[in-house]
Each structure stands twice: as C-alpha cells, then as structure tokens.
C-alpha cells in the first residue's frame, strides 16, 4: 500500500484541532505553537504531493479508496489532479500563514484554532474527495466552523448578522445541491444498475440532456453562491468584512474556491451538455460580477469592503474563466483560482495589519503607513500588480488565459470584461496612495508601530508564491493544463 | 398439554420490563424516603441489562406470528423496542436528579408502563393489540405529563394531553370499528406468515373489492389517532403546551420514544392494512409531511420558551419523517427492487439518530433549567460561559438536529431525501431541504445566545451530578458514532425494514 499522503493532509487539521483543545485554555503560548506545526506540517506535506504529482501522467493520483458504506456506494475516496493539486497547495499556504497571523489573538484562542482547523479539514476534503457524498460532507464541515468563527471573533459591529447570513447563503446553495446530485445518484442507479456517489463513474454514466439541462442550474448555482456569483454574491463582502483576519483570508482566499471548484467538479463534469446548454447565461452573469464588483470596490471608504468586492470581482473572472467551457478559458480559471487564493489572502492580511494599529477602517482617515510598516506597503503593491494582472505576477498568467478564451467566445465580452482592470487598476492605486503614502494623520503619531515578526514572515512567504508563480509559470500551467485536458475530455474533446 | 417455553422468547423484553417494574415497586416501598432517587440507577441499569439480554430475542427465523397472531416477531419490532428502553434508561438518568421527580418511585414505575406499551405497540399484529397497546402506552403518560400536582402548568399540559389524546383516540378506535366492520376481522398481518390463522383485514377489503371512498374514509380516521402520537399536524396543538409544562424528562420522553412508537405503528399499518396502490396515499401524505415540517419551522422561529421550541422543531422532525413514509407509499408502485425499501430504511434511521439527538437535547435543557430555574431562551445568555461542557453538548446535539456533519442528523436528513427523490417526489424533497435552512436558523440563533451573548451570572457555576453527566456522555457518544459509523446502523435499519416486505 502506499503512503496515504492526501488523507494526512486532509486529518492533520481536524486531528490536531481536537487534541488542542485538550491543552489548558491559559497555556496559550503551547496553543499557538501546536497550531503553528500543525499548519506547516500541512504545508509541508502539500508542497510535497503537489511537487511529487506525475503530470506526464495525468489523471487522478495518490488514490484511496475505503469502503464506508457499500449498500449505497458511497466510499471514501480521495485522488489529486491538475486541477485541485494547486488548491490543496493554496489550502495549505493559507492556513500556515493564517495561523501566523493568528498569532495575536488572545481571546479563547484555542477554541480559535480548533474551528479554523476543523474548517481546514473540510476545505482538504472538499478539494481531494472523488465521492460525491463525501464531497457534501466535507463542504458542510467547512461552511459551519466559519459561524462561529466569524459570530465570536469578529468585528462586534456586523458579525451577528454578517455570520447569519452567510451561513444561510451557502447552506441554500449547498442543499439545493444536494438535491440535483441525489437526483443524479438515482438516475444514474436506475439506468445503469451501479448505485454509487463514486464521482469517476457517475462522469461515464451518460445522462440525457434534458435531465442534464433539468439539473445542471441546481447543482452549478447551489454551489456557485459560495463562488460569489451574481446574484448571490452579496453574502461576502458582508462576511469578510465581519471575519477577524485569519478567517477572511481562508474565507476569501480559500473557501470561495471551494464553490467555484465545486461547480466545476459536479456541475460542469458530471453534467457536461447541461453546462453546454446553459453557458451563454452564465458567462452574462459573471460579466456583471467581474464589472460590477470592481465598480461597487472602487467607491467603497472602507479598506475591508474594497478588498471584499474585489474577491467578488475577481471570482467572477474564475467562473466566467469556467463556464467558456474551452481550453484557454478553463486554464486560466484553474490559475487564478490559486492566484487569487494567495493574493487576496495577502490582501487580508494587510488590512488586519492595518486596522490592528489604526482601529480605523476608513481610507480617508489613514495615510503614510509607510513610515512605520516599512514591509506592509511592498506587500501589498505586489499584490495589487497581481490583482491588476500585471504581467511578471501570477495575476497575469492567470487573467490572460481567461480574457484569450472569452475572446474565443465572443470578443465583445471580453472587451467589456477587459474593463475591469482599468477600475481594478483605479482603486488599488487608490488605497496605496491614500493608505501607505501621504502624510501620517497626527492622532496615529506615536501609537502606530510596525508589524511583528511572524506578521512578516507570513507576508513574504504569500509575495513570494506571486511572484514565483508569476516568472516561472512552468511550475502551475502543465499541472492545470493536464487537469483541463481531463475535463474537456469530458466535455466531448471541445 | 406441555407448554413450549420458546413462545415467551419474542416477548422476553416486555416481560423483563414487567419484573423491573416490580423491582422498583417493592424497592419504593422498602426504601427510606431520602434513598429513594436511587430507584433511578435501579432503573437506568435495569433497563441496560435488559437491552444486554434481549439478544435471545432476537428474532433470529425472520418475520413470524405469535400468540395467535397478535403479535408480529421482526426485526422492526425488536429494533424499536430496543431504542424505546434505551430512550427510557437515559429518562431515568435525567429524571433522578429532578426535584420532585426523581425521587418518587411511582414515576419509573409508570416509566416502566408505558415502556412495556410502546414495545407492544412496535410489534402489535391485531387491531385490538394495537388499541390496548397505544392505550398502555398513554395513560401512564398523562399521569407523567401532570406529574407537579402543585404546579399549574403541569397540570394543565397532564389535563390537555389527557383531553385531545381521549378524542383522538375515540376517533382512531371509529376508524378501527369500520374496518372491523367491513371486513369482519382484526388482523392486520397477513397470514403467509402463521398458516391457519384467519384472512386479514386487507384479504377481506380485496375480496369484497370495497369502494375507495370507504377505505379512505377510515384511514383518515385512523390517521387522527397516529397523527397525534407522532405530533403531526394538524394534530400538534397539544405538543408544545404539554412539553412546556410536563417535567423536562418526560418531555424528552414524549418527543422520543414515543413518537418513534407511533412512526413504526404508522408504517405497519400502512404497509399491511390500506393497499398500496390507492392513488390518493402519496398525496395525502405528502400534503401531510409538507404542512408538518413547514409549520413547525415556522412556529419555531418565534419561540422564546426553550421547551417550546423544541416541541415545535420535534414536530418539524415528524415532518421530515414523513417524507420518509410518503416515499415509501409511492415506492412499491413505480418500481420493484430493493431500493423500494429506502423509504422505511430512511425513517428507521431517521428514529434512531432522532432519539439520540433529541434526548440530549432535552437533557440539557434538564440539567441547566433545573439549576437556573427559567426556560425562557433569556437564561441562556452566556450559558457557555457559565457550563462550557454543557454548552459542548448542546451545540453537539442542536447540530445534529440542524442536520450537520459528521453528527448523527446528517444522514438520517440525507436518507430522507434520497428516498424521497427515488420516488421521484422531487417537489417534497426539495421543500424538505429548504424547511431544514429554516431549522438551521432557530438552531442557529440558540447557539448564538449560548456562545455569544453575556449575562450577569456567568460566574455561578451549574453542577451536574453523575447521573446526567453518564446520561449526556453515552448520548453523545452516540450522536457522533451514527454520524461517522454509518455503515452498521444503515444495516440496522435496512434489516428492520427488510422485515415489512
């Protein structure tokens, strides 16, 4: 048998969550330290399986496959491909970073890292899991810790009723889901006599178009709410700004991947003519999320609420990247899933750094923080370069794909979509001005001071993935590209 | 004539139960005043060992009849009254520490009663079986609902329970004078399985080839009396009144084991009396489980007694199951294979992880409104704070009835609506799975208050004594192994439900 490395990458967390919450709740030091090895034992791992994929190979490695329970098919069933192997590295960036940001709570932190780390899991099984009961398992695990996390650690304003709502988004999604794949579970049960959730056999199992076209709005929009897609995008800006730091960065940077992925991994590939059928929609309603959330960013006053309708901007660009459904388009989705996982991570980061000193939000308020957080401000330029895809960065190599594929479609959409940047471009050269340059307003003179060491070991561990994957893309574009070729095979070799 | 000694074994549970009730009876006699909460751990033990060694019963040679044919010896039967023992051992634990309660030995004794009744009930064969069963089964209850003589609420919810459980079983037992009456007999199981007994009531109701009108006509009847024992509505206007004012454990009880009694006897009868085939059966019960579940949630939403919130969210329970039995009334009709029995699996599975759930729930709110005095939702400000193991296990078991992995209600939620989109009600399914984000809510914002607000008496401290800390443990316990364990419980339940087909 070999080394099971997905599924210690996907327990690591939850086991090491239960076991801190053994430790004494005043011992906070011991606390963050095992949450600390945790996190980079993850990391570690991940690098590992990501590095150690065979992409001359292809398909799904690292398989296991256990049995849970065979009178209905459904078995534990994890793999790694070329399209989820860079959100398990993502994952495991985010969530060794975030503890590293984590490091100053101090109220009840080991209930703290016990939910994010229950969280962590969830989001590792979602991404590894070939089982399609599995996959609704593990989604729900990863939506719920986040209710908490936000209700009890986040910003006292909104975060009764930011965590609420959220909560109540995505579970409308995920159920509403859950209803299309039962649906496809017993069609394909009834037709073929082969009752199983094993997603790798439901992908052959031929479903007729009109249940495809029936079914795929279900299953793609269910799990797209967590994607951020107009309509439904409204749960996140409100969520992030409520969340304490860590949990935006794994929310923004982590869990919205969680839907895009998921509408890809069982609404576009098990139900490929649907996808077909209801694209041209689809691609309209992500071109309002990439346009219109760069908009509604650019005239927001508080720093949080840019950064978080610039995740529903750039999210759009990830499902619409998907829903063109051809080569360029997909792969650049794949890319950007990861790029923008790392970005906005960073993103978030930066502005916890910053309201932790000012206790303000408000852009018009702050200013010159350049003076007292030296590394903050190159942070955060490098990642606004990714965000405006800037070639050099991983943004660029991310967004040109999907901007060719759109092409490929219809030019006029990617014209408009092309706008994006430019606002893009407006706001984040906005915040550096109005944020990090300029003139230290004099209530902050005296009681603002620089970031510890740990918050800049995390920012440049996230700068760094940027800008390798952004001059040495041959390290992430063969891995997706195999993952794509795998779904546009059974999108019919399109 | 020599007497086979084997005819007692399918009723070997009951009569354990009958000799622990006298266990208890003379122990409350000898037993001096202050000693006598301990009746408690006679019972809660006494009810584990009889779980140890029902295992005889088991009924190992299938589905038979016994005791000319009025009783029915399967796998469902005996599962059920092994999940009813168990629901009333943890009762006993939970109530022993109860002011007023716990220590009065007549309290288990009626426990003990109504035990035996539920157990009967599970595996009645003969209308008049039934009817004595569902009668045994709640008359010791009305007395435990009123148990507080002194307390007015109390009272009232003995007084009210009493009242619409008289009526409604009145009409059950018209329901049942009718079906006696057009088919000249009382046996509800068919008699392929103990040759030489006399047709049953669906052999006489095909020969006859009677009008649908009165088959459906007598089913509503009988419906009443069922749709009251498992809170259905519009027979749930008892539920919250009596939960709020019966003792804490006895409602946890009634929202239990006795629901779970009434759910088997709802699909026995429907099974073997009313034909599969009537049209009109989905509908009704589709339109059944919708208004039940739906109701429910929404009357919960508003709730600011704790106990009545959760009398409201047992109903909406019902609701789910019903979905549950609706698939399984459309099932057989459309295909026939083994997937037909999804339905009863679903609702067996559903009871098991309920029972569970919900006892812990009801367990909690025993042992913290017990201490604080108040079951009002104001009470739980800060709980965490004040009882953060107690909090754990509300969340635990609050989630689990939300339907959030990896607990126990999950999967019970999921087999529901898998059996439902299989009988391709895909309408109820999907009504189903927007009424749970509805109890996620409710759910939700309980926690919310236990973890989140802040009260002034966060610093006094609630103790728990053994007996609930014991209870609690083994149900949460319970709650996560069939959430994650899935596999032998869904064997279970698909045995048990193997034993209708």
Redesign the interface.
């Known amino acids: 048998m070999q080394f099971p490395i997905l599924s210690i990458i996907v327990f690591t967390p939850i086991v090491t969550g239960l076991l801190i919450l053994l430790i004494p709740a005043e011992r906070k030091t011991e606390i963050r330290v095992a949450a600390l090895a945790a996190g980079a034992f993850a990391l570690l791992l991940s690098i590992w399986a990501y590095f150690s994929y065979d992409i001359a190979a292809g398909g799904y490695q690292f398989i296991e496959k256990y049995d849970w329970l065979p009178a209905l098919g459904i078995s534990y069933h994890v793999g790694m491909d070329g399209m989820n192997g860079p959100l398990v590295l993502l994952t495991g960036i985010v969530m060794f970073t975030g503890v590293l940001i984590s490091w100053g709570i101090d109220d009840r932190p080991r209930e703290f890292f016990a939910f994010l780390f229950i969280l962590a899991t969830g989001v590792f099984g979602v991404f590894v899991t070939l089982d399609l009961f599995m996959l609704f398992f593990f989604y729900e695990i990863a939506v719920f810790p986040m209710y908490l996390l936000i209700s009890i650690w986040g910003w006292k304003v909104t975060r009764e009723y930011a965590a609420m709502k959220l909560t109540l988004y995505l579970f409308i999604g995920s159920v509403v889901a859950l209803v299309g794949a039962l649906a496809m579970y017993v069609t394909a049960g009834t037709a073929t006599g082969q009752w199983t959730f094993d997603m790798l056999v439901l992908e052959k199992a031929g479903f007729s178009t009109s249940f495809q076209t029936l079914w795929f709005p279900f299953v793609f929009f269910g799990f797209a709410v967590l994607g951020g897609i107009f309509p439904f995008h409204n749960w996140s800006p409100d969520g992030h700004v409520a969340a304490p730091t860590a949990v935006s960065m794994f929310h923004a940077g982590v869990l919205m991947k969680l839907g895009a992925f998921a509408a890809l991994r069982v609404g576009i590939m098990l139900l490929p003519e649907g996808a077909k059928a209801h694209m041209w929609w689809i691609i309209v309603l992500t071109l309002v999320n990439v346009v219109y959330g760069a908009f509604i960013a650019s005239v927001q006053t508080d720093f949080k609420y840019v950064i978080g309708f610039s995740s529903v901007s750039h999210m759009g660009l990830v499902s619409m990247g998907f829903a063109t459904l051809n080569r360029e388009g997909m792969l650049g989705a794949g890319l950007q899933m990861f790029s923008h996982g790392v970005m906005t991570a960073l993103f978030f980061a930066v502005v916890g750094m910053v309201y932790d000193q000012a206790h303000t939000r408000e852009i018009p308020k702050l200013g010159g923080f350049r003076k007292v957080m030296p590394l903050v401000p190159i942070a955060f330029i490098i990642g606004g370069l990714v965000s405006m895809g800037m070639p050099g960065f991983s943004g660029f190599i991310a967004e040109f794909p999907i901007f060719m594929g759109l092409w490929g479609y219809k030019p006029w959409i990617a014209i408009v979509a092309a706008l994006s940047i430019v606002i893009t471009a407006s706001y984040i050269i906005r915040i550096i001005g109005n944020v990090f340059f300029g003139s230290l307003p004099e209530e902050f003179e005296g009681h603002v001071h620089d970031v510890t060491v740990l918050d800049k070991v995390a920012l440049v561990c996230l700068s760094t993935v940027l800008v390798i994957v952004g001059v040495f893309p041959s390290i992430m574009v063969p891995m997706v590209e195999s993952g794509v070729n795998y779904v546009l095979r059974l999108l019919g070799g399109a | 004539m020599s007497l086979d000694p084997t005819i007692f074994l399918p009723v070997l549970p009951e009569i354990m139960l009958l000799l622990l009730g006298l266990v208890v009876l003379v122990l409350d006699l000898v037993l001096p005043k202050e000693q006598r909460r301990n009746l408690g751990w006679v019972t809660a033990v006494g009810m584990g060992l009889v779980i140890l060694f029902s295992w005889p019963a088991r009924p190992v040679n299938g589905s038979t009849l016994v005791w000319g044919g009025m009783i029915s010896h399967d796998w469902l039967s005996y599962t059920l009254t092994l999940l009813v023992i168990f629901g009333a051992g943890i009762t006993a634990l939970f109530a022993m520490d109860y002011e007023e309660l716990g220590g009065r030995g007549e309290f288990y004794l009626l426990m003990i009663a109504s035990t035996i009744g539920m157990a009967f009930m599970a595996s009645a064969a003969d209308l008049v079986m039934l009817y004595l069963a569902i009668e045994s089964v709640s008359i010791p209850l009305y007395i435990l609902a009123g148990f507080f003589v002194r307390d007015v609420k109390s009272t009232e919810s003995g007084f009210k329970y009493l009242l619409f459980g008289a009526l409604t079983s009145a009409v059950m037992l018209y329901g049942f004078s009718l079906l006696y009456g057009f088919s000249g007999t009382t046996a509800i199981i068919s008699t392929s399985r103990a040759p030489g007994l006399g047709p049953t009531i669906l052999n006489s109701i095909q020969n006859d080839q009677l009008t649908p009108i009165v088959l459906i006509g007598s089913l509503l009847l009988v419906l009443v009396g069922f749709g009251f024992k498992i809170s259905a509505v519009p027979f749930h206007f008892w539920a919250p009144d009596v939960y709020e004012g019966a003792p804490t454990p006895v409602a946890g009880f009634l929202s239990t084991a006795s629901k779970a009694a009434g759910f088997i006897v709802l699909i026995r009868f429907l099974i073997f009396v009313f034909p599969i085939g009537v049209t009109q059966w989905p509908v009704i019960l589709s339109a059944l489980a919708v208004a039940t579940m739906t109701l429910g949630n929404l009357i919960a939403l508003t709730q600011r007694n704790i106990k009545r919130l959760l009398a409201y969210s047992s109903i909406a329970h019902a609701g789910y199951m019903l979905i549950g039995v609706a698939a399984l009334v459309v099932l057989p009709t459309i295909?026939e294979d083994a997937?037909a029995m999804w339905g009863i699996t679903s609702v067996v599975y559903y009871l098991i992880a309920y029972l569970v759930t919900n006892l812990a729930a009801f367990g909690v709110v025993a042992a913290y409104g017990r201490v604080v005095g108040s079951d009002d939702v104001t009470a739980y400000y800060g709980m965490s704070r004040r009882a953060p193991g107690l909090a754990l296990i509300m969340m635990v078991s609050f989630?689990s009835l939300a339907g959030?992995?990896?607990l126990a209600g999950?999967f019970g939620k999921?087999l529901v609506?898998?059996a439902a989109?299989?009988a391709k009600l895909?309408g109820l399914?999907?009504i189903g799975?927007?009424n749970?984000?509805i109890g996620?809510?409710y759910y939700?914002?309980i926690l919310?208050y236990v973890?989140?607000y802040r009260s002034e008496d966060e610093d006094k401290s609630i103790p728990l004594s053994r007996a609930y800390k014991l209870g609690l443990a083994l149900l949460v316990v319970g709650i996560i192994l069939i959430g994650t364990l899935?596999?032998p419980w869904?064997?279970w339940a698909?045995t048990a439900a193997g034993a209708m087909f």
């Open positions: 295909q997937h989630l959030m992995p990896p999950f999921f609506f898998l989109i299989n895909i399914a999907v799975v927007l749970s984000i996620l809510y939700l914002t919310k973890y989140l899935i596999s869904y064997n698909s």
